[in-house]
């Protein structure tokens, strides 16, 4: 599968990777822009090419025979949504009792344009104490762009304002949405 996703994203769609994608075993990745559907199934292509296991989440509803079967295969956690317990909560003792997690979430919470991120990424990071590792998804120059690892400081909107400029001039599939 790893060599099939390299050809797809490499030779037929022209995609490149920058960065470093040698990705520490528990991280929150931030994956942006997510403008269209076709997002989920290129960070798959991605994360097959690169060849490193990244997870996702849903709501649990969503992993009920037989859809749920081909979830877990790619890497999707059921978070159940309806509980007491606040989602960040949830999905923290999933790194803790995991040995390998990395979490791919889109920040902006839609793929829809949005000026403001929704702040899940940024506390399931700190009260896991992970990194977060910035990818790009740019259809614009398709390409996309690892960070390195940036840990919380505690300050939102210092550290928000700082994870933002890694996004500077991306375009997603929708520009617009960008």
Not at 36 to 60: C, M, T, V
Not at 141 to 162: A, I, L, M, R
């Amino acid at each position: 599968m790893h060599r099939l996703a390299q050809i797809i994203l490499y030779k037929i769609l022209n995609w490149k990777i920058y960065g470093n994608y040698n990705l520490p075993d528990k991280c929150v990745l931030i994956v942006a822009p997510h403008t269209h559907w076709i997002d989920f199934f290129i960070a798959i292509l991605i994360r097959k090419a690169i060849n490193q296991e990244i997870n996702f989440i849903g709501k649990k509803e969503l992993f009920k025979f037989p859809l749920g079967i081909l979830l877990k295969y790619l890497g999707g956690e059921p978070v159940n949504r309806n509980s007491k317990t606040k989602t960040v909560d949830l999905i923290s003792e999933i790194f803790k009792n995991k040995k390998q997690f990395r979490l791919g979430i889109s920040p902006e919470g839609t793929r829809k344009k949005t000026l403001v991120w929704k702040t899940g990424f940024y506390y399931i990071a700190q009260k896991s104490n992970v990194p977060i590792i910035s990818v790009t998804l740019n259809f614009k120059d398709k390409n996309t762009k690892f960070s390195k690892p940036f840990y919380v400081s505690g300050d939102f909107k210092k550290d928000v304002k700082e994870l933002k400029t890694f996004f500077n001039g991306v375009k997603g599939k929708v520009p617009n949405y960008s």
